[in-house]
């Protein structure tokens, strides 16, 4: 059996699937790839099945060598790729022989690069998922340097085509379609028309749990008293006192005590999360404001 060995490891790549589904009841959180649109469509490139796991390259800086022949493709965030030091194109399934280098440089645009290996990546399950869940600390750990990784059985038919155009490049600020609520009565009218009808920026302080966002200032509350607590999902845009909203991606809580104006829909979850420190968001939505 084929596998794989990690020469070095970016400054975060972990093992990403589509999650743990059904376990939010018991405190646990779905998790799996944070652009769920690029891990799926380096999946389809070489065949494998909707389960097969991914890695997930935070940033880039990803080296691998092979040990046997297998078939991979790089999408998501774009990022100068070699192979034994030549280079490969991304979005396009890439064959390679036993011994190959696969050197996957840093992001020139985006944040996360997905890498899929025909037969997905074989690491052991947790409640039915291989993902990495950062703030749970469930799933198999970080890549260190020197992990070997078995390539697993998920394979399906081969695709009709062996490249996809990979998606055009963000406009800036990128659009992101919202459904309004739940609690967005607990804010201003002013403050849910400011939602709308500024730009936001993302900071720093972002992750897989989610992205903290900076705008022309805070939103306010219309009401004083405490939420209790109740669940939230991906996408959610959280609140809290200081009044800079917060989107949740993969590995965000259960559940969460400050007011969500808004739900982001799943493909600007999956924008959101190539999103680097520095670009500027808008928020629509098909209610009247």
Known sequence: MPWLEVVRT???????????????????????????????AANRLVGNTVHAATLEI???????????????????????????????????????????????GYATTGLRTYLAVRGGIDVPETLGSRSTDTLAGLGPEP??????????????EWPSEDLIPPPAPARSPVPLDITLGPRDNWLTPASVHALLHHAWTVTEDTDRVGVRLRGPGPLHRSRTQELPSEGVVAGSIQVPPNGQPVVFLADHPVTGGYPVIGVVTAPGIAALAQMRPGSTVTFRTSRHI
Not at 143 to 156: F, H, N, S, T, W
């Open 143 to 156: 890549l260190r340097v020197g992990d070997q990784l078995l390539v697993g059985a998920e394979g399906g």
């Open 58 to 104: 935070t940033v880039g800086g990803f080296v691998m060598r092979t040990v046997g022949e297998m078939t991979v493709a790089i999408t998501g965030a774009r990022a100068p790729l070699t192979v034994n030091g030549r280079p490969a194109a991304g979005y396009s399934s890439l064959h390679l022989h036993s011994g190959d280098l696969l050197e996957i």
């Open 10 to 40: 970016g400054p975060l790549t972990t093992v990403q699937d589509h999650g743990r589904v059904g376990c939010s009841a018991v405190g646990v959180g779905r998790s799996g790839a944070a652009d769920l649109i690029s891990h799926d």
